[in-house]
């Protein structure tokens, strides 16, 4: 067991930080740093610098554009990523429907969609909750009946992040009543400007729009939009769901986010002297880092394990629970270290960053709403009672 | 020993359970909470009506003598019914502060006021650099003459927007660290060179930044001894956080009540998800923090009410550390218990569980009260 990196790895951790900081766009680094909304163009701007350097998909195979980098590899790209502030690439393309699509989609469907999802050209969005399927996904009722050389789709989709963005939309549907749950359920590509496709807005309790109902009413979606075997959508659902997982574990953002917590903690005053010098709060940052450094030791494991473009088993869902878990304590941490100045409320500051003289510390405005939306990041991606389902069931056999 | 309520408290509690149910439900909180000053005026009548804004005082300033054991009742109704109206900043804070410190004839000019529901307070105490810090005061009133000139700032000052004056704690003496030296000041909310930034805040509610630039004072707009506010700012202030631990009582019955009810209607996996015992657990959870938040919140009502310094300190500050706790233990795991669904700006969960959050932070958080509690 060795931590170190080999000459060959340190000399492209400085070329990784180098291009970022000749081409990461200042702007949308002051957006990330200060915890501001990013919007559409944001996205797109970033992934198709990283495109262009063919460094946008570190997870694909090189065959299909990938740069045939080895786990550690990946991993120094994560974390100079986290270091510089970096905007995360929208996952729902590149990480989740890609490797599908790779795996289980046609040659055609892999020609007609990869290239556009690596250069950005057109945005993904998942379509997988319905309101009355959230932890029981393989209940969902979206109906995909057959007609001739269509599907004709009804149904509604919820929590579709940036659905109001997207050009298209991965789904999963009902396409046989008779089978049991699972088994009816079929992979399947919607263009979200299809007629009938129409999606409405979610308010969540920061205030923001993110997430979307997509409702789908007799929507004429051509056959060979089908990825795989119809009926066997839950087998890719599943193997999509473990990319979706490891992804939102985010160490290298977590350890970005103590940095930004020590900063805060050490403008801000308490009795005379910076907050960061008071021995409880400093206790609670200590106890989070530890969390985080475990974690982090058990994500190397992992990852050291998985050879290029295989997904993950069961131990997603343990850095799922724990990345999670981090992340929403150093919310709290964030909210707690500017005292009262969490009250302040200003829409057009989470947007925009403060067009006048802050109240309280620069960033404070946005901490008491980041603490409240991330609740959501322990029901997202399969909530983690159902990861932990998940664990007893796969890796405990109970 | 008696810990029921008395057959007047029940009845007081009984009126305004009516109230938030026939003028305050959810929809309407809402609609007030944008409406740009972040109370109705209607309401604030019917307060006055209902003889809420009396509670604490004694009854020759129009009052009704019920004391910390009333403003707990009236304190969790506003909690069950996320009420925004400036029942803490008026009556729980400005009202006592006039009654504890105020002369004879400041109080005579002014309860009956607020008792009617005439004149709004609001109190200035918090400052940049403090933090949690009550004595922590670097805002200025120097003596010239028979006047005072204030100047120097305060922060998220809530409810200064609709108050009719505001009462400000500054420094005439002494290092900016030290409880002596502080006085009150009575501060019209037109007065010239007093200059404000009104805004929302993440729980609904309203507040401002507030800065005075040598604001002239007479010598009747001093409240209390000077010099000598530190102890009477530390009373109201720990009457005022035993009330907000009353509020969370109400928030967090409201959020257990309807969490138990959420369990048992959704439905996953051809079930009510309140058939799996991991979320039974939770939810029982839930309810025992409920039941000791309640426990701590009339023992601090008794204690501030008996008035023996030690014990107040060490009982409110209990409280409000089960307060602090409560935003894990009970509106994280409300959040989660209802899914995504728990996070939409359109349920009411969402708004229950940012009001507990925001909580802890309001008269010093989990932290300083754990600390403040083992120092007394």
Redesign the interface.
Same mark, same amino acid.
């Given at each position: 067991m060795d931590l170190n990196y080999t000459p060959e790895d340190q000399a492209f951790q400085l070329e990784v930080r180098e291009f970022l900081r000749q081409n990461y766009p200042k702007d949308i680094q002051d957006k990330v740093a200060n915890g501001i909304a990013l919007k559409k163009d944001d996205y797109v701007r970033w992934q198709k610098i990283l495109a262009k350097q063919g460094w946008v998909a570190p997870g694909w195979p090189e065959q299909h554009g990938g740069p045939g980098w080895t786990p550690v590899q990946k991993y120094i790209f994560d974390e100079e990523c986290g270091a510089a502030n970096c905007l995360r690439t929208v996952a729902f393309g590149l990480v989740m429907l890609a490797p599908v699509l790779m795996k289980y989609g046609s040659d055609e469907q892999r020609e007609k969609y990869l290239a556009d999802i690596y250069n950005s050209d057109v945005w993904w969005c998942q379509g997988y @909750?319905e309101p009355?399927?959230? @932890?029981?996904l393989a @209940?969902l009722q979206t109906k995909a009946v057959k007609q001739g050389d269509h599907y004709i789709v009804n149904g509604s989709k *919820?929590?579709t992040t940036h659905g109001h963005y997207a050009d298209k939309m991965f789904t999963l549907v009902r396409t046989s009543q008779e089978d049991k749950k699972q088994k009816g359920i079929s992979f399947l590509l919607i263009d979200m400007d299809a007629p009938g496709v129409s999606t409405s807005p !979610?308010? *969540? !309790?920061d205030?923001m729009h993110v997430?979307n109902q997509v409702f789908l009413e007799d929507v004429k979606v051509p056959v060979e939009n089908l990825v795989g075997v119809e009926g066997e959508g839950w087998t890719i659902a599943k193997s999509l769901l473990m990319h979706e997982r490891t992804y939102i574990a985010q160490v290298p953002r977590s350890k970005k986010q103590i940095e930004r917590l020590k900063k805060i903690a050490s403008e #801000?005053?308490?009795? /005379?002297k910076p907050?960061i010098e =008071?021995q409880?709060?400093k206790a609670?940052i200590s106890a989070v880092e530890i969390e985080l450094m475990a974690l982090e030791m058990t994500n190397l494991r992992v990852l050291s394990k998985i050879s290029a473009g295989e997904a993950p088993g069961a131990e997603s869902s343990l850095l799922k629970i724990k990345g999670t878990e981090v992340q929403?304590a150093i919310t709290?941490l964030l909210? #707690?270290a500017v /005292?009262?100045?969490? +009250? &302040?409320?200003?829409k057009v500051t989470m947007t925009q960053g403060w067009q006048e003289e802050p !109240? /309280?510390h620069e960033q404070a405005a946005m901490l008491? &709403?980041h603490? +409240? =939306?991330w609740?959501?990041s322990? !029901?997202?991606g399969g @909530?983690? #009672?159902i990861q932990?389902n998940i664990m007893a069931k796969a890796v405990l056999g109970l | 020993m008696n810990l029921e309520l008395s057959e007047e408290m029940v009845m007081l509690q009984d009126a305004l359970n009516k109230f938030l149910q026939n003028e305050y439900d959810f929809e309407k909180r809402q609609q007030i909470s944008r409406n740009g000053i972040g109370y109705k005026e209607e309401n604030w009548q019917s307060f006055a009506d209902m003889g809420l804004l009396g509670v604490p005082f004694e009854e020759q300033y129009g009052g009704f003598g019920f004391g910390q054991t009333g403003l707990c009742v009236v304190m969790e109704a506003i909690g069950k019914g996320l009420v925004l109206e400036p029942y803490l900043s008026s009556v729980v804070l400005g009202g006592q502060l006039i009654q504890q410190a105020g002369s004879e004839a400041q109080k005579e000019a002014l309860l009956p006021l607020l008792v009617g529901g005439e004149l709004k307070l609001a109190f200035a105490y918090v400052e940049r650099q403090a933090r949690y810090n009550l004595s922590d005061v670097e805002c200025r009133a120097e003596k010239k003459g028979e006047q005072f000139s204030l100047s120097g700032s305060k922060s998220v000052v809530f409810n200064a927007e609709t108050a009719d004056k505001i009462i400000v704690a500054a420094r005439t003496s002494g290092d900016n660290i030290s409880e002596k030296g502080i006085s009150l000041f009575i501060v019209d909310s037109k007065a010239a060179g007093m200059q404000a930034r009104h805004y929302e805040t993440f729980d609904g509610l309203r507040a401002s930044e507030l800065s005075f630039d040598n604001v002239v004072l007479d010598s009747d707009a001093l409240l209390g001894t000077v010099d000598e506010a530190y102890p009477i700012i530390e009373s109201v202030i720990d009457s005022a956080a035993a009330a907000i631990c009353a509020e969370g009582v109400g928030v967090v019955s409201e959020l257990r009540q309807k969490t138990v009810e959420y369990l048992k209607t959704r439905k996953q996996f051809n079930q009510a998800i309140g058939n799996f015992q991991v979320l039974q657990h939770r939810a029982v959870d839930m309810f025992m923090a409920e039941e000791q938040m309640r426990s701590l919140s009339y023992l601090a009502a008794i204690k501030v009410t008996e008035g023996e310094p030690v014990g107040r300190v060490k009982s409110v500050s209990a409280a409000k550390v089960y307060l602090g706790d409560a935003r894990a233990t009970v509106g994280e795991q409300a959040a989660q218990l209802h899914g995504g669904i728990g996070v939409t700006d359109e349920l009411d969960v969402a708004h229950y569980v940012k009001r507990l959050g925001m909580l802890n932070a309001l008269f010093g958080d989990r932290d300083y009260h754990l600390q403040r509690f083992s120092q007394a």
């Open positions: @909750s009355n399927a959230g @932890s029981d @209940s *919820t929590w !979610i308010v *969540t !309790i205030g997430v #801000e005053r308490y009795n /005379g907050l =008071d409880s709060f609670k929403q709290a909210m #707690e /005292g009262y100045y969490a +009250f &302040p409320y200003n !109240i /309280g008491a &709403p603490y +409240f =939306d609740r959501k322990s !029901i997202y @909530s983690n #009672e932990k | -």
